[in-house]
């Protein structure tokens, strides 16, 4: 199967990339792990399974991780990987759903601990306005079984059939590498990490590129054990900071400063609701930083080179 490269982005990922590892040297595939500055004991991990590693020495992000990564295979099918995902089966079915007609890839069928597969993340619909209006004023929490809710996360999909999908989950995903150069891979400006994955779905459905849900590739996935490591006010922001970058990136501006404001407003909610559950007033700074940045560009726009402007 040297064909097919993996790619395996590590952030103190001790616990869990031993097995992540034994399970993709079992596939055959070329193997390169890129460390994003660990202080745990990952490298040693890594090295006793002897594949090849890039040891950064500092955070560079996810997504300029998996760039250095593929960068270095050489192989026409790239699989992204996450470090806490272990691959049970179907690679070659991935591959041959790569080669339909139009294709840019394929995302495989992400399992929880139990068993059951991880509907309304293994795939998703891309994001409308509406629906990150909705993420981020909490309804989506609030009221899980909205329509727009469950058409976003996919909720209808078939799990035991290959189907076309517009966002499989970047934690068990394999790209052409023709495609992937294409769109020069994942943005970097996505930075430390969230949305830079569903960035590279939509850029490849601009492009006309289809993506499938392949049901025979398997992966047991614990999921976000990087994040549960990330303090809550870097977290909260990273992500709001993501949101608003991708929004800035593809919604027309007057749809952008419609998400803008349902951050500040949802910033404003959770800062009073987690305040009161956690019984404590850091929250408040936490989404005081939230705020003070989504109200910067609803009046000033995106200020990191970004066209606020898209075809949406």
């Known amino acids: 199967m040297s064909d097919i490269g993996i790619v395996i982005v590590t952030y103190n990922s001790g616990a869990e990339i ?51 990564g593929a960068v270095t295979l050489h192989t026409p099918y790239i699989v992204l990987l996450n470090p806490d995902a272990v691959i049970q089966s179907g690679l070659d079915a991935m591959r041959a759903a790569c080669d339909l007609p139009n294709t840019a890839g394929a995302g495989g069928k992400l399992l929880n601990p139990d068993g059951q597969p991880q509907r309304g993340f293994m795939v998703r619909r891309l994001p409308t306005a509406r629906n990150l209006i909705m993420e981020a ?116 501006p007057w749809k952008f400063r419609a998400v803008c404001f349902a951050v500040l407003t949802g910033s404003v909610l959770r800062s009073i609701s987690e305040s009161a559950w956690h019984r404590s007033l850091k929250p408040l700074e936490v989404y005081g930083k939230v705020f003070r940045f989504a109200g910067r560009c609803l009046f000033f726009g995106w200020r990191n080179g970004v066209v606020v402007s898209g075809p949406n």
């Open 18 to 68: 031993a097995a992540c590892l034994q399970a993709a040297l079992r596939t055959g595939a070329e193997i390169v792990v890129v460390d994003n500055a660990s202080t745990d004991n990952t490298i040693a991990e890594i090295a006793r399974c002897g594949v090849r590693l890039i040891a950064n020495l500092e955070n560079r992000g996810f997504a300029a991780a998996v760039n250095q």
């Open 137 to 252: 004023l909490l309804l989506n929490r609030l009221w899980p079984n909205n329509a727009a809710n469950r058409r976003y996360r996919a909720l209808d999909l078939d799990d035991r059939v290959r189907t076309p999908v517009e966002q499989p989950a970047g934690a068990f995903l394999m790209v052409r590498r023709a495609v992937w150069e294409e769109v020069q891979g994942f943005d970097e400006t996505f930075q430390p990490l969230w949305f830079e994955d569903v960035d590279f779905c939509r850029r490849i459905a601009n492009r006309g590129y289809l993506f499938y849900y392949e049901p025979q590739g398997v992966a047991n996935h614990t999921g976000a054990h990087s994040i549960r490591r990330i303090g809550l006010e870097i977290r909260a922001f990273y992500w709001y900071r993501s949101l608003l970058r991708y929004s800035a990136k593809h919604f027309r």
